[in-house]
Every structure is written in C-alpha cells, then in structure tokens.
C-alpha cells in the first residue's frame, strides 16, 4: 500500500510554467513507474507522461516538447515540470504509480497501482 500526494498546481497565464510534485511514502518508490494523468470537466482521463524506473520517460504528443519528467528516488519524488502552458493544458493532474506483482518492476502496458487525489491546474488566456 502507498499513498501519493500532488502539489504544486495553481491559476498560470498562458505560456507561464508550473511544476507539479508528487510525494510518495512506499518503501519500493525506486521500483515504480510513475506516471502523470490528467482529466478536464467533461473529458476522459488521458495520460500525460511517465517515468519507468530505468530512467526511461514518455509523453503524450499533446506535451512533448513543453513538460519534463523527473523523479528523485530519495525523496521518493516525482516532478512534472510544465513549460508553456495553454489553456487546455487546464485540468485536475493526477500521478500515479505501477508496480508489478511480488513488488517486481512493472512492464507496459503498465496498470496504476496507487493514485493521488490530484491538484488543479487552471491557464488563463
């Protein structure tokens, strides 16, 4: 069992950067993959990007190039950094974590073990 709590999120204009974390308090955070999803009102949940634990980060074609992944394992931390931000970029971000069976690491497609409860993200035009 782990628990994950977001902060971070908040009111940005247009082209303005947040950074999001995420705290975990699992003893096996190094193991997850941590992965980053977002819901606006009205709009499925969609994943925004993650962070396997070898290091390896991917993201939806909608951030590519605008948000950045970290992770500091001994803080037990993930970051989302969100640069250049737009108006539908506007939404409820969750993170989560995916851990396979007998605490192994997990393989893609990866299910989400533990979820946050979220921070709100609102860009401004």
């Known amino acids: 069992q782990d628990e994950l709590v977001e902060s971070g999120g908040g009111l940005v204009q247009a082209g303005g950067s947040l950074r999001l974390s995420c705290a975990a308090s699992g003893r096996t955070f190094s193991r997850y993959t941590m992965g980053w999803f977002r819901q606006a009102p009205g709009k499925e949940r969609e994943l925004v990007g993650y962070s396997q634990s070898d290091g390896i980060t991917e993201y939806a074609g909608s951030v590519k190039g605008r948000f950045t992944i970290s992770r500091d394992n001994a803080k037990k931390r993930v970051y989302l950094q969100m640069n250049n931000l737009k108006p539908e970029d506007s939404a409820v971000y969750h993170c989560?974590?995916?851990?396979?069976?007998?605490?192994?690491?997990?393989?893609?497609?990866?299910?989400?073990?533990?979820w946050g409860r979220g921070t709100q993200v609102t860009v401004s035009s």
């Open positions: 989560a974590a995916s851990i396979g069976p007998g605490l192994r690491i997990a393989v893609p497609p990866f299910e989400y073990n533990y």
